[in-house]
């Protein structure tokens, strides 16, 4: 048992000066770093080895490889870092290690659970009887969402999904938009809804679906509709027109709105957003993810279903050993059976932010956004290719491949880091700032630093 102790303090001393030196870091790992990476090209052990040695080399090898995400300087993907108090809650949560899956399992999961749903309700607008399922990711949370929509369009037409599946069911229409995010047709595709198998609806220059289309798209349509709207497209973090899609779906008998809101969704926790969010409560479901930006460890994303019963049609199992109901019981509201109590990590930062800690995250990281757009904006070379409404800033410099030149760079001299996307057919940089640790400092650094790379890229 000492020897147990010693080995956890050991590895939560090594997590601690981690986590102490992270801010100097360079963002990415060396070429040697990444070289002693093949000191794990060991054969399996015929005896078990040493396992203080095993975090030796987690710390030691592994660690110093780890991109630099949990610190203010790291700008790619919408890749979120974590808050101290999740960080710690996930110790505690792994310490307890409980099955999620039941309340007979883990009232303490059970129990914070129902107060997680009830704030992230509150706090987000959602109808009171939303249900929310804590899932593995956005991609996980959108295909709980599409399951739950597709059964309950098509319980709407009598047609029993779960149990008779979709070979020989009534079809069903799926719209979403010219820029709906490549994980959202993967989805798609896992609820056997097909990613290709949809109506687009072409969107604007900001990704924006085109409302304007909608109505005559769904006229062409026949039987259940799904439409899938997004808060925060991934390049420019747009969001699309809800007022004007639910008003032209009110037409349709039997429709279903989903959005996608990732990392968009937390919008709607800064009331200066307002205009930004408008309708977007209007839905039937939402996803969301907890790793991006609410600063979570991985992996965690929500679903939350408006609709009653939509999530226990899709995701209830019946076993003659399982309890009779009692509380929310999350094996029968997600694709997951067992499942980490990953509820625990929001409800920590979520007690910990309150509502205005909340709306300040939002605030701030969109405000850096805008100081880094306004730097680049008017160093020679530059465009800014988005309106700047949230966390995302898009930025070409020169042509395509000088930008991919500058990214290059960027990503070479280590200090921050930034990644390409494709914007109307050209390479692009993007810039995301989701870490609660970014300041404007920061972000007057982070654009200091892109100015300077771009002096040492030949100009387009
Ligand atoms: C990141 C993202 C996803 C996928 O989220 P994962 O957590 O990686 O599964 C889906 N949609 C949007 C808009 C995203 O930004």
């Not at 010693?6 to 070289?35: F, K, N, T, W």
């Not at 804590?134 to 059964?151: E, K, P, Q, Y």
């Not at 990704?207 to 109505?215: S, V």
């Not at 390049?235 to 008998?253: K, L, R």
């Amino acid at each position: 048992m000492q020897d147990d102790l010693g080995l956890l303090r050991a590895a939560s001393e090594r997590a601690i000066r981690y986590v102490a030196g992270i801010d100097e870091r360079s963002v990415v790992p060396s070429h040697d770093q990444l070289m002693a990476l093949a000191q794990l090209d060991e054969s399996l052990p015929e005896d078990g080895l040493d396992a203080a040695e095993t975090l030796r080399i987690l710390d030691e090898i592994v660690g110093p490889t780890t991109l630099a995400t949990t610190g203010p300087n790291y700008f790619g993907f919408v890749n979120g870092a974590t808050y101290p108090v999740a960080l710690g809650a996930s110790f505690l949560v792994n310490a307890w290690d409980q099955n999620a899956a039941l309340p007979v399992m883990s009232p303490a999961a059970a129990k914070i659970h129902d107060v997680a749903r009830d704030w992230l309700i509150e706090l987000l607008g959602f109808p009171a009887q939303t249900d929310v399922a804590f899932v593995t990711g956005a991609t996980v949370a959108n295909a709980s969402c599409l399951a739950a929509a597709r059964d309950a369009l098509l319980a709407n037409e009598g047609w029993e999904a779960p149990r008779h599946g979709l070979f020989g069911a009534p079809e069903v229409n799926v719209v979403i938009g010219g820029q709906a995010h490549s994980t959202l047709r993967k989805s798609l595709g896992m609820v056997g809804l097909g990613s290709d198998r949809v109506t687009i609806v072409p969107a604007d220059d900001q990704g924006r679906m085109r409302a304007d289309l909608l109505p005559g798209v769904l006229a062409d349509l026949d039987g259940p509709v799904l439409v899938c709207a997004q808060a925060g497209e991934v390049n420019t973090g747009a969001f699309d027109p809800f007022v004007e899609i639910a008003a032209a779906m009110s037409e349709v008998p039997n429709a279903w709105l989903h959005v996608d809101g990732a990392f968009g969704l937390w919008a709607l926790a800064d009331p200066s957003r307002a205009g930004l969010v408008q309708g977007l409560s209007l839905a039937d479901s939402w996803a969301a993810d907890g790793h991006k930006w609410l600063n979570v460890t991985y992996d965690c994303g929500m679903a939350f279903v408006a609709r009653p019963g939509a999530l226990r049609r899709s995701f209830a199992s019946i076993a003659g050993y399982l309890p009779p109901e009692s509380g929310f019981e999350a094996m029968h509201h997600t694709p997951q059976s067992s499942q980490r109590a990953r509820q625990i990590e929001v409800w920590s930062v979520l007690r910990t932010q309150g509502r205005v800690g909340m709306a300040e995250l939002v605030q701030r990281n969109s405000d850096c956004a805008v100081t880094i757009a306004e730097t680049l904006s008017t160093a020679p070379g530059f465009e800014v290719l988005n309106e700047v409404v949230l966390n995302q800033v898009l930025v070409r410099f020169g042509n395509g491949s000088t930008t991919e030149a500058l990214i290059e760079e960027v990503q070479r001299d280590g200090r921050i880091w930034c990644g390409p996307t494709q914007w109307s057919g050209e390479t692009a940089m993007r810039i995301s700032v989701s870490s609660w640790k970014t300041t404007i400092e920061d972000a007057e650094a982070a654009a200091a630093v892109i100015v300077e790379c771009a002096g040492r890229v030949p100009a387009a």
